[in-house]
């Protein structure tokens, strides 16, 4: 088939609605020269056998084997007017067309739209359909209407889309076209809207706009367990068939929101139902896990893939590899990297650099040394991720000031530093509390010409907040917009803080405005920020109408906001209020932790309560909660505000028994009590002596 060649585009969008004599306002009051397609069209033609394989899944039959040249009907629709003799070539072209097959008509209508498209071919298009419905020459003309809102919507043309479906009623087809459109361009609130139109109308959404929906979510890390499990919950109401591909995205979605749990359960529906699951379905699941530190369920659903009769890649070791990391487990992790070579299996780049992480870790610094010389040995260059590996182990051993050895390093070998390298620099001087360091990195950058993304300006707006300089850390906010980075989520999350901390109330409802007004909805931690920064400043009402309006956001409160609300509640010595809280995060189906037993132990202690405090503990060990040493320290800290001073020995006695290692606070207390007795004694003595 000779190509469809269409000219670039050379215009706004007002021709393409002209053309077709929509009545919506155009997009732009920019005119433009009308240029025709006669160029391009001289050539085209096509037969029956050019339409059996297409893209996007479309399979049609052939029919018998005859060539048709449309290039003079696209001639005529691009150039034609209203005059008898354009009236007499159109009846004429009708005639000579009227043998061709449907399939040949939505072939090159999908062509015509596709290739190149600009307001010129799109309008081309869109008179095709219009005159084949005219003529009567195809008679699925929803079809044809669909497959040109369908190309509108690839070729990111969304709001042209939308102006078509306004001149037609929407059916079935047409809504689920559209929503995929939407889906497809990121535009996740009018799909939502068409979706909850569909099923006003008695209508079912196709359930590929749920996978694309899925796809766009995690595509642009907006999505989150409780909106899944929302979306979830839809597509059983409707009754919507859960296809391999879309239970695919559900599990990916899941472990995209961290929620591993749920992910596993999803991959147990698809393995139940008998289907198998992507190797990067089950892989993701495996890196989750690592990331968790559940080694042992990572290990598991890694041998599945091996069981289910796949061979593991190199991605998949790389999952099981990362778990063995972040567990600390350095046998296993050089076990896995020789699995990998016996298999036949090349370590990649990322191999690589989680084993030089894991001898990193065990400050075996030769080690990591020799592995980068086996990856020259295996034509593997070392890259800049691979050396930020290395510094962020030196990072988490406290030896941040050998980055400037790596860096050294890394200039040998040639390595040029890259963004992600230069985020670990600015997030390792700013842990150290070394702001012109940081600074100094982020300038540095820009001047190599590589642009700070949403990371780097989180690192270094977090690190100053975190040192208590707000104004500086709001200032560069303000230059992270500026230069055209938008902030995140997790960017209104660290601001939302910082104001809180300096009680700027009216601030932070301005931050929240102005993150929905930028289509970012609060998630758990904005959530859980906002009860804390509440809470510790007293404002109970306002934090306890956030954890009412995460409810109604459709998100779960997790047990780190109760935690939150309780300290909160023991710091002012609100007895009452904490276990209140507690109660209703246990009627929410939280299992108590240590945090929340020790912030509630800690609102007996600071309301005087001791025996309450010490019936938490009786708790906590009926229910196999292992107290640990915050537990006894606060317990001790309740006796002695009691002037119960000869019972802490025994909670000290009490706690080295259970196998707590006392810490500083801890000994203080119990030195505190001594001192008080000794007082008391001394005291007593004297009264004694006087009389």
């Not at 919506?24 to 020269?33: A, E, G, R, V």
């Not at 399979?59 to 009236?87: K, M």
């Not at 796809?215 to 899944?228: A, K, Y």
């Not at 290990?299 to 991605?315: M, N």
Request: net charge negative; with cysteine; hydrophobic share 40%.
């Amino acid at each position: 088939m000779n190509a469809l060649l269409l000219p670039p585009p050379s215009t706004t969008t007002t021709h393409f609605l002209r053309h077709r004599n929509i009545s919506n306002p155009p997009l732009s009051t920019t005119s433009y020269k009308h240029s025709p397609l006669r160029s391009s069209l001289t050539s085209l033609s096509f037969s029956e056998d050019d339409v059996i394989t297409q893209h996007d899944d479309d399979v049609i039959s052939p029919y018998v084997n005859r060539r048709y040249d449309f290039s003079p009907l696209l001639h005529f629709l691009s150039t034609s007017g209203d005059t008898i003799e354009s009236q007499l070539t159109e009846s004429q072209l009708a005639e000579s067309y009227r043998s061709v097959p449907a399939s040949l008509w939505h072939y090159l209508l999908k062509t015509l739209a596709t290739s190149s498209p600009s307001p010129d071919s799109v309008s081309t298009a869109y008179a095709l359909v219009d005159w084949l419905h005219r003529h009567k020459l195809c008679f699925s003309y929803e079809f044809l209407y669909s497959i040109l809102i369908h190309a509108l919507g690839r070729s990111e043309m969304l709001y042209e889309a939308f102006l078509l479906s306004q001149n037609h009623a929407l059916t079935p087809l047409t809504y689920n076209v559209l929503i995929g459109a939407c889906a497809r361009n990121d535009d996740l609130e009018k799909a939502v809207i068409l979706i909850n139109r569909m099923r006003a109308e008695g209508y079912q959404s196709d359930f590929v706009n749920y996978s694309l929906i899925i796809q766009s979510l995690v595509r642009n890390n907006q999505i989150d367990s409780g909106l899944l499990s929302k979306l979830y919950d839809e597509m059983v109401s409707d009754a919507v068939e859960l296809d391999i591909e879309l239970l695919n995205n559900v599990v990916l979605g899941f472990t995209k929101a961290g929620d591993v749990d749920r992910a596993m359960h999803f991959l147990g529906v698809i393995q139940g139902n008998g289907l198998t699951p992507k190797v990067s379905t089950v892989v993701s699941i495996v890196s989750l896990l690592g990331s968790l530190g559940r080694v042992e369920e990572a290990e598991a659903v890694f041998e599945e893939i091996s069981d289910g009769g796949l061979k593991p890649r190199t991605r998949a070791y790389n999952a099981v590899l990362k778990a063995y990391v972040i567990n600390g487990s350095l046998r296993d992790a050089e076990w896995v990297v020789d699995e990998m070579e016996r298999n036949g299996v090349s370590p990649d780049e990322y191999t690589y650099s989680l084993l030089i992480e894991a001898y990193g870790n065990a400050g075996r610094w030769e080690s990591a040394r020799i592995v980068l010389k086996e990856m020259e040995v295996n034509n593997v260059k070392p890259n800049s991720y691979v050396f930020s590996r290395i510094l962020v182990a030196y990072r988490d051993r406290g030896e941040w000031q050998r980055l400037f050895q790596v860096l050294k390093e890394m200039q040998a070998c040639g390595v040029k530093p890259e963004r992600q390298f230069y985020n670990v620099m600015i997030d390792t001087f700013g842990k150290y509390n070394c702001l012109d360091n940081a600074m100094a990195v982020l300038e540095r950058m820009r001047d190599e010409g590589i642009e700070p993304d949403t990371v780097t300006w989180n690192t270094i707006i977090d690190c100053h907040c975190k040192s208590g300089q707000h104004d500086k850390a709001e200032e560069l906010f303000d230059e992270m917009q500026q230069s055209g980075c938008l902030p995140c989520v997790a960017t209104y999350n660290i601001m939302i803080n910082s104001f809180g901390e300096q009680e700027r109330w009216e601030g932070v409802r301005g931050l929240l405005r102005k993150m929905k007004s930028q289509g970012l909805q609060p998630n758990v931690i904005t959530y859980t920020t906002l009860v804390d920064i509440y809470g510790q400043s007293g404002r109970f009402m306002d934090a306890t109408e956030c954890l009412e309006d995460m409810k109604s956001a459709g998100l779960k409160p997790t047990s780190t906001i109760y935690n939150a609300l309780i300290n909160a509640y023991a710091q002012r010595g609100l007895s009452e209020d904490a276990l209140n809280a507690f109660r209703v995060m246990r009627s929410d189906g939280l299992k108590p932790s240590n945090l929340a037993l020790n912030a509630l132990i800690n609102a007996f202690c600071e309301d005087r309560r001791d025996v309450e405090a010490f019936a938490i503990l009786r708790s906590m060990k009926e229910n196999d909660l292992k107290p640990d040493v915050v537990t006894y320290t606060t317990l001790m800290k309740a006796l002695i505000r009691v002037e119960k001073f000869d019972e802490v020995p025994a909670v000290y006695e009490e706690m080295i028994l259970s196998g707590c290692t006392p810490d500083r606070k801890a000994r203080a207390k119990l030195r505190s009590a001594l001192k008080y007795m000794r007082q008391r004694l001394k005291s007593e003595f004297h009264t004694t002596a006087k009389y």
